[in-house]
């Protein structure tokens, strides 16, 4: 409400009745926004919850890869890991994963994909085509999440999660600080109204005990 719209409350209403009607409007607003908060609240802490369930699972695979007698142990990550990554509603980068060699395929794929981008007409500038095409066994790509990962890029997935966990963490913390306040400032409307009531009473039968 604008200075000029409690102004003509107050001329309408009365100085009592204004004022109940004006602490019964914040609490209402208050009461709304603690409701709004605390089911932000609910799911942060829902979100939390599976974040740090995957962050676990991940946990677990280092495990076994670090338990194994073979030192350049790897294994595959949950495919419900994967799935939680790869959902854009969890915004979780992982970068800082190593870069690995192309397979044998991919390798072929990419022979094939630079050989059918020739367009000359003469089989010597076919020739020399040819003679241009990169190295496509020795690039590199990064791993991905559906690859075998040792240690390290386990590790590497599994600090991207527990970021994202201790984050929802920290705003469901944040929250319970919030709703403790607005309650309180709930409770301390709730008082007022009743000092207001209170006081409108007394007055009432002051005036009327004068007549």
Known sequence: MTREEVIQLFEKLGVFQAALTMLSYMYNAQSALSISMYADMNEASKASTTAQKMANLVDAKIADVQSSSDKNAKTRLHQEVIDYINNPRNRITISGLTEKKLTDDQVKEKMQEYLGKFSGNSSSSYVEYVSKMPDFSAQRIQT?????MGAGDLQTVKAAISAKANN???TVNNSQLSIQQMSNTLNLLTSARSDMQSLQYRTISAIS???
């Open 144 to 148: 991905s999440l559906t690859d075998e």
């Open 168 to 170: 929802l963490t920290t």
């Open 209 to 211: 005990f004068g007549k």
